[in-house]
Nanobody, 125 residues
Framework: QVQLVESGGGLVQTGDSLRLSCAASGLTFSNYAMGWFRQAPAKEREFVATINWSGGYTDYADSVKGRFTISRDNAKKTVYLQMNSLKLEDTAVYYC??????????????????WGQGTQVTVSS
């Protein structure tokens, strides 16, 4: 049974940093591209960042480029999202997702095979 468990969310102030983690189990982690998505109240789920199976390729939404960094540790079966210079508009539930591929990564949510339960990130002024 595949499980993705996010952690590290919380309440922070604008300009602060947070690091989210997503621990995977029940899958061969290195066969999967990983992604982070987020969903704010009354909004659709949106792409944040993705990383290929080896960590050698990453992609980001324009809104987080230069502030967020996605990384992975295949030995620990964990993907991370380092979030710096947080803004009010970063407030959302953050989800990690896994897509079984060692080829092209994608920002399209429906192309991911597994999802975590989400972790809340709230940025206040």
């Amino acid at each position: 049974q595949v499980q993705l468990v996010e952690s590290g969310g919380g309440l922070v102030q604008t300009g602060d940093s947070l690091r989210l983690s997503c621990a995977a189990s029940g899958l061969t982690f290195s066969n999967y591209a990983m992604g982070w998505f987020r969903q704010a109240p009354a909004k659709e789920r949106e792409f944040v960042a993705t990383i290929n199976w080896s960590g050698g390729y990453t992609d980001y939404a324009d809104s987080v480029k230069g502030r967020f960094t996605i990384s992975r540790d295949n030995a620990k079966k964990t993907v991370y999202l380092q979030m710096n210079s947080l803004k009010l508009e970063d407030t959302a539930v953050y989800y990690c997702a896994a897509r079984e591929t060692t080829a092209v990564v994608t920002s399209v949510p429906r192309r991911y095979d597994y999802w975590g339960q989400g972790t809340q990130v709230t940025v206040s002024s």
